[in-house]
């Protein structure tokens, strides 16, 4: 059973998950220090735009109310 468990349950993304007691700014302040360490690259305002409909269409799609 654990080795079917890694396998085919993705494990909580702990980094991104806001913790129970922890303010918003709390976890704003996280978030932009892990920010500090990705690798952005240049985009143009198109990729940007599609940037920003892809991911609410993509949490649209998630949800049990849509």
Do not use: W
């Not at 976890?27 to 143009?44: G, P």
């Not at 990729?47 to 991911?55: A, G, V």
Request: hydrophobic share 40%; glycine share 4%.
């Amino acid at each position: 059973m654990d080795m079917l468990e890694k396998l085919y349950i993705a494990p909580k993304n702990e980094i991104l998950a806001r913790q129970p007691g922890e303010s918003l700014s709390e976890y704003l302040n996280i978030l932009k220090l892990l920010a500090k360490e990705c690798t952005f690259k240049a985009v143009t305002a198109t990729e940007y735009q599609e940037e920003m409909i892809r991911d609410p269409f993509i949490n649209g799609l998630k949800s049990q109310c849509i």
